[in-house]
């Protein structure tokens, strides 16, 4: 072989090894993607305020014209009691925020703002400052701002109305500024622990192999199914060029238990892969019964005496369809089992039931979840 045919034939085996890695690694995902890190989390933030501003669309809660009052009587405007202001351009509402994992003071937060009384529309309105606060009381956030509504409602003189979206919620962009941050446990001790978001021994033990493979052997243990423990270091710039190269390591995670899901209010069946079905034998029937209601006249003869009557007269019908037994084959794949229900021709409801009666008898070879 010449020089140029073999420099061909190395060609076309690198080629080939590059395609072949580019397959594999299709299929992976980054750590980021799949695991959260044990102490880095969001929090939730709630807090309960005021919205001014309406356009005749406030809402009339006796609790609003409390705030109110309270309200102004921090500014010392005292409201005679027993005077009902009778608000029209100010509602009641509940505003609530997700503070992300290492906010600082003096960064923005989106917040979402939803009535609590009987207001039509908060389009137009104006948040007044409202702590928002966590779970332990302690106040996390001020939120303050001009809502964005995307919904909006019209009525008629003749009392038609027509509501488009939710009138009621709106949203203000960056519209809390961040107080106080919220410690967390990412630059404690010598180790970090990953929680796989889908709880996995196979995937625990490809990421423990995969971290293993790259930094050394002992670097990486699982602690069970969902948790993954990193020896890390102390130093926190260190630590997080550290994350910056675990999060992007790419693992291909384990395949997930064969399923069935059913959404018995939609009639959606979802079939997962590995899902297996023993050879079983079905027949399915349908009982329709039907009433039908009927007034008849009864009517006196010419020359006797009484009265017309109307009688009801009720008609009762039943018919049971008379279904063949047919038979599911052994299947194997998904697409035989999508092939055989087609031949079928069962409609969703009917598929249900059939799915349900396959579990019972243990020829449905998958976890059967029904929502």
């Known amino acids: 072989?010449?020089?140029?045919?073999?420099?061909?034939?190395?060609?076309?085996?690198?080629?080939?090894?590059?395609?072949?890695?580019?397959?594999?690694?299709?299929?992976?995902?980054?750590?980021?993607?799949?695991?959260?890190?044990?102490?880095?989390?969001?929090?939730q933030l709630v807090g309960y305020g005021l919205v001014v501003g309406?356009?005749?669309?406030?809402?009339?809660?006796?609790?609003?014209?409390?705030?109110?009052?309270?309200?102004?009587s921090q500014f010392g405007i005292t409201i005679?009691?027993?005077?009902?202001?009778?608000?029209?351009?100010?509602?009641?509402?509940?505003?609530?925020?997700?503070?992300?994992?290492?906010?600082?003071?003096?960064?923005?937060?989106?917040i979402t703002v939803s009535s609590i009384g009987n207001a039509t529309s908060l389009r137009g309105g104006t948040l007044l400052m409202t702590p928002l606060k966590g779970a332990d009381g302690q106040v996390y956030a001020v939120a303050q701002g001009s809502m964005v509504v995307g919904g909006f409602g019209v009525e008629g003189?003749?009392?038609?109305?027509?509501?488009v979206n939710v009138p009621s919620v709106g949203r203000i962009p960056n519209g809390a500024i961040v107080e106080r941050a919220v410690p967390t446990s990412f630059n404690q001790g010598d180790s970090l622990v990953f929680n796989l978001n889908s709880s996995d021994f196979t995937t625990a033990?490809?990421?423990?192999?995969?971290?293993?493979?790259?930094l050394g052997d002992g670097i990486a243990s699982a602690i069970d199914s969902t948790s993954i423990r990193v020896t890390a270091p102390r130093d926190p710039s260190q630590r997080v060029s550290f994350m910056s190269i675990l999060e992007n390591l790419e693992v291909d995670p384990g395949e997930d238990k064969a399923k069935v899901v059913i959404n018995s209010r939609t009639g959606t069946i979802v079939v997962g892969q590995h899902v297996k079905v023993d050879p079983v034998a079905i027949t399915h029937g349908s009982l329709t019964v039907s009433i039908n209601e009927n007034l008849d006249v009864?009517?006196?003869?010419?020359?006797?005496?009484?009265?017309?009557?109307?009688?009801?007269?009720?008609?009762?019908?039943?018919?049971?369809a008379i279904n063949p037994m047919f038979m599911f084959e052994g299947s194997t794949s998904l697409q035989e089992i999508v092939t055989a229900v087609n031949q079928v021709g069962a409609s969703p409801s009917d598929l249900i039931a059939i799915l349900e009666a396959m579990k019972k008898a243990g020829a449905l070879k998958a976890e059967l979840i029904v929502l």
């Open 1 to 43: 072989m010449n020089v140029a045919g073999m420099i061909k034939t190395i060609f076309i085996q690198s080629f080939c090894l590059v395609m072949c890695l580019l397959s594999i690694e299709a299929y992976a995902e980054r750590l980021k993607d799949i695991t959260s890190v044990a102490g880095v989390r969001s929090n």
């Open 157 to 163: 003189a003749d009392g038609s109305q027509l509501t």
């Open 54 to 72: 309406l356009d005749g669309s406030g809402d009339k809660a006796p609790f609003t014209d409390q705030t109110f009052k309270n309200m102004m």
């Open 205 to 214: 033990k490809r990421v423990v192999d995969r971290v293993n493979q790259l």
């Open 298 to 320: 009864d009517q006196p003869n010419a020359f006797g005496r009484g009265e017309t009557v109307v009688t009801p007269r009720t008609e009762l019908n039943a018919q049971e």
């Open 80 to 110: 005679p009691p027993g005077t009902n202001p009778k608000l029209k351009n100010v509602a009641a509402v509940a505003i609530h925020a997700e503070l992300p994992a290492f906010s600082k003071p003096g960064q923005n937060i989106d």
